[in-house]
């Protein structure tokens, strides 16, 4: 089945460590996002990425980094530098930027 | 600046119909979704629809727009629990060469058996 497999489901922080959020899909999708969820509110975008190594930032960059070297991975690194780092994170993909995105199961990220 | 608001909580019974509704600010968006969140997953698109259309039924769901007062609602007919869940509301308007999708806080169904 095509879809998007995001990994780990559950991934802790230690403080000062960066940790790297997976997310591969096998849509033959151009496009990719990164979304942050919190409690009680919408998405907010992070990157997104059109094409293969071609990335842009989102509204709430700071303290994230990706790449796209790979049509099918979009991998999400969340630096020490973002000081508020627990959330749901949510990957997505679409056909080209202007088709709708489909998402995948999240991961959930906490700091020890 | 673009902005998407939808009421946080909605009640219904079950058997009976939803109406989730949104409102939002940009005018040139291009597509308006619907998407389902279940606890712990991510969104599932539900359905969308083209800023020139006026509805869009699927099954049980109906999709209307009123675009002179921004306004989107979704219908679920004949309520479920297992449509229980959070309901985003999302807009995508050009910016640039990107289509930015901005989502609402999300509607909160809860499906009283």
């Known amino acids: ?112 | 600046g673009e902005d998407v608001e939808q009421s946080l909580f909605l009640s219904v019974r079950e058997g009976d119909s939803s109406v989730i509704n949104c409102t939002y600010t940009d005018s040139s968006s291009t597509y308006l979704y619907w998407y389902k969140q279940e606890p712990g997953a991510g969104l599932q698109l539900l359905t969308y629809i083209f800023s020139n259309m006026d509805m869009k039924q699927d099954q049980r769901l109906t999709v209307l727009l009123n675009k002179k007062d921004k306004h989107l609602s979704l219908r679920i007919a004949d309520t479920q629990t297992g449509d229980s869940a959070i309901y985003f509301c999302a807009e995508s308007n050009r910016e640039t060469s990107y289509d930015k999708v901005i989502f609402g806080p999300g509607t909160s169904l809860s499906v009283i058996p």
């Open chain 1, 1 to 112: 089945d095509g879809g998007i497999t995001q990994s780990p489901k559950y991934l802790f922080r230690k403080e000062g460590q960066n940790v790297t959020l997976s997310c591969e899909q096998n849509l033959n999708h151009d496009a990719m996002y990164w979304y942050r969820q919190d409690p009680g509110q919408g998405l907010r975008l992070i990157y997104y990425s059109q094409i293969v190594n071609d990335f842009q930032k989102g509204d709430i960059a700071e303290g994230y980094s990706v790449s796209r070297e790979k049509k099918e991975s979009f991998p999400l690194t969340v630096t020490s530098a973002q000081k508020n780092p627990t959330a749901f994170y949510l990957c997505a993909s679409s056909i080209g930027v202007s088709q709708p995105q489909h998402f995948g199961d999240g991961t959930r990220l906490s700091i020890l």
